[in-house]
T-cell receptor
């Protein structure tokens, strides 16, 4: 799986948009970009994923650059409950082989939403 | 409700003792995973299983063992050979048919070695 680079921490004011960047310059053509978040001492929670088109769901939007070497997770109206560690991961969604199923998490970005 | 249940939530162990962490899922998922998380760190893969009676080592399998006798269950044993077992352990699962790649996580088990 491709390596990702994220800033270690970011701050955001409540009610404003939080834009979390992720670099994945070695991403392969069949690798998807996934975002998870982890609130302290809980299991990670899936947010969104995409291949090359921008994606939106009830939680967030995912913007992937045209060359797919970077992406941005957007929380449009951040709340205090969005304070968490956000992980960007790239991996093959389908397929076989011994590496299938491995999902490698880096250290993520600690997002702090303040009043 | 469907989900993944890990137990116990907190566990204390004396040095030299083996301990087994339970992970049960009723999501009918084929694949299951164990991760370890240390303070301020990301998740590191210990073992994973894509089907019953089969499992693969992850990146940090030394000192751990698993079994997958039933689809619903993937217990992790932390053996006395694990040099630094104090950590937060997370179990996850996902389907193989209809797979979007999304992992479903349990709430974790925190192991402390005294």
């Amino acid at each position: 799986d491709a390596k990702t680079t994220q800033p270690p921490s970011m701050d955001c004011a409540e009610g404003r948009a939080a834009n979390l960047p992720c670099n994945h310059s070695t991403i392969s053509g069949n690798e998807y970009v996934y975002w998870y978040r982890q609130i302290h001492s809980q299991g990670p929670q899936y947010i969104i994923h995409g291949l090359k088109n921008n994606e939106t769901n009830e939680m967030a939007s995912l913007i992937i650059t045209e060359d797919r070497k970077s992406s941005t997770l957007i929380l449009p109206h951040a709340t205090l409950r969005d304070t968490a560690v956000y992980y960007c991961i790239v991996r093959v969604a389908h397929g076989g082989g011994t590496s299938y199923g491995k999902l490698t998490f880096g250290q993520g970005t600690i997002l702090t939403v303040h009043p | 409700d469907g989900g993944i249940t890990q137990s116990p939530k907190y566990l204390f162990r004396k040095e030299g003792q083996n301990v087994t962490l339970s992970c049960e899922q009723n999501l009918n998922h084929d694949a299951m995973y164990w991760y370890r998380q240390d303070p301020g760190q990301g998740l590191r893969l210990i073992y994973y299983s894509q089907i019953v009676n089969d499992f693969q080592k992850g990146d940090i399998a030394e000192g751990y063992s698993v079994s997958r006798e039933k689809k619903e269950s993937f217990p992790l044993t932390v053996t006395s050979a694990q040099k630094n077992p104090t950590a937060f352990y997370l179990c996850a699962s996902k389907p193989t048919s209809g797979d979007t790649g999304e992992l479903f996580f349990g709430e974790g088990s925190r192991l402390t070695v005294l």
